[in-house]
T-cell receptor
Framework: AQSVTQLDSHVSVSEGTPVLLRCNYS??????LFWYVQHPNKGLQLLLK??????LVKGINGFEAEFKKSETSFHLTKPSAHMSDAAEYFCVVSDRASGTYKYIFGTGTRLKVLA | NAGVTQTPKFRILKIGQSMTLQCTQD?????MYWYRQDPGMGLKLIYY???????DKGEVPNGYNVSRSTTEDFPLRLELAAPSQTSVYFC??????????????FGNGTRLTVT
C-alpha cells in the first residue's frame, strides 16, 4: 500500500534563508506525488506535482521538489524564504491500486518564517 | 470558474443533531472525495466516489453517509452528531485514473463544531 511520511512536523527558518521540507513515500507503483500548501484558515492549494517527465519539478511561488527514486523521497525546497511562506505543507501520494484512485496525505509540516 | 464549492462555511451542531455538508464541482470530474482535518493529523479520507451512483468508504467512514446522484454533487451526511466529529471538512475532486498525475482540487472547507 502507498504511504507518505513527512519527517518534520515543524520547521523554522529565517526570512531570506533556504527552506527544506522533507517527504518520503512508499509506493508499489510508479508514484504520482504532490505538494500542497495551506495558509491559516484557508483551503489547500496545489504547489507542484511530479509527472515523471523530469525529476526536478518547479512549482508556484519559487518552490521546487526533487524526485529521488533511489531514496524514495520528494523533498520540497525554496532558495529564499519569504514571510508569506508561513503555512502548513502537505506531501501527497496517489494510490493507484486497481479499481481505486485515492490520495494519501502526510501529517503535514508547519513552516514558520522568522523576521 | 467556480471549481469546488462547499457550503456552509461554518456550523455549530448540538449532539445528536443531523446535517448535510454540500459539495458541488463544475469541472466535470468523475472522482470526488470527502476529507476531515484534525490538528496534527493531516487529512483523513471519509468517503470517495468514482462516478455518479458509485461510492466507497475511506479510512474514517463511521458516523457519515454519502450519495452521488449526479457528477457535480457529492453531499456528506452526519446523522447523529458527536463531539468527535468536530473538525474541518474538505471536499475535493479530480480526474482520477482518467488522467495521469491528476491533482486534487479542493473546496474552501466547512468548519464544524459539535457541542
Amino acid at each position: 500500500a502507498q504511504s507518505v511520511t513527512q519527517l518534520d512536523s515543524h520547521v523554522s527558518v529565517s526570512e531570506g534563508t533556504p527552506v527544506l521540507l522533507r517527504c518520503n513515500y512508499s509506493s508499489s507503483y510508479s508514484p504520482s506525488l504532490f505538494w500542497y500548501v495551506q495558509h491559516p484558515n484557508k483551503g489547500l492549494q496545489l504547489l507542484l506535482k511530479y509527472t515523471s517527465a523530469a525529476t526536478l519539478v518547479k512549482g508556484i511561488n519559487g518552490f521546487e521538489a526533487e524526485f529521488k527514486k533511489s531514496e524514495t523521497s520528494f523533498h520540497l525546497t525554496k532558495p529564499s524564504a519569504h514571510m508569506s511562506d508561513a503555512a502548513e505543507y502537505f506531501c501527497v501520494v496517489s494510490d493507484r491500486a486497481s479499481g481505486t484512485y485515492k490520495y494519501i496525505f502526510g501529517t503535514g509540516t508547519r513552516l514558520k518564517v522568522l523576521a | 470558474n467556480a471549481g469546488v464549492t462547499q457550503t456552509p462555511k461554518f456550523r455549530i451542531l448540538k449532539i445528536g443533531q443531523s446535517m448535510t455538508l454540500q459539495c458541488t464541482q463544475d469541472m466535470n470530474h468523475n472522482y470526488m472525495y470527502w476529507y476531515r482535518q484534525d490538528p496534527g493529523m493531516g487529512l483523513k479520507l471519509i468517503y470517495y466516489s468514482v462516478g455518479a451512483g458509485i461510492t466507497d468508504k475511506g479510512e474514517v467512514p463511521n458516523g457519515y453517509n454519502v450519495s452521488r446522484s449526479t457528477t457535480e454533487d457529492f453531499p456528506l451526511r452526519l446523522e447523529l452528531a458527536a463531539p468527535s466529529q468536530t473538525s474541518v471538512y474538505f471536499c475535493a475532486s479530480s480526474y482520477g485514473r482518467e488522467m495521469l498525475n491528476s491533482p486534487l482540487h479542493f473546496g474552501n472547507g466547512t468548519r464544524l463544531t459539535v457541542t
